[in-house]
Nanobody
């Protein structure tokens, strides 16, 4: 069972990035997927979540209107489109999988390795 995040990088403020998280070894469509982020010395925080077939989404207030989460169950992949990026979006971004919609990192059953996003001012 594995989640692998990719797509991070360095971008200027106002720019865009798209993160991807591919899954292997699990029945992908039975899991709710989430994106979280973490900066040094801080707890991991919820960014966005998407339900099993993508009909329901949740967002942190700080990213609402700028980020869009989506999933492609045929490709076992969840995406996070990040637009209008701000320096405060700089963090390591992680994808997580669980069986119920939740904003809590503690609810995630499976974690992928993170991908670094750096937004310069």
């Amino acid at each position: 069972v594995q989640l692998q995040a990719s797509g991070g990088g360095l971008v200027q403020a106002g720019g865009s990035l798209r993160l991807s998280c591919g899954a292997s070894g699990l029945p992908f469509s039975t899991y709710v997927l989430g994106w979280f982020r973490q900066t040094p010395g801080k707890e991991r925080e919820f960014v966005a979540g998407v339900s099993w077939v993508g009909r329901r989404t949740l967002y942190a207030d700080s990213v609402k209107g700028r980020f869009t989460i989506s999933r492609d169950n045929a490709k076992n992949t969840v995406y996070l489109q990040m637009n209008s990026l701000k320096p405060e979006d700089t963090a390591v971004y992680y994808c997580g999988a669980t069986h119920g919609m939740s904003r809590s990192p503690d609810a995630m059953e499976i974690w992928g390795e993170g991908t670094q996003v750096t937004v310069s001012s």
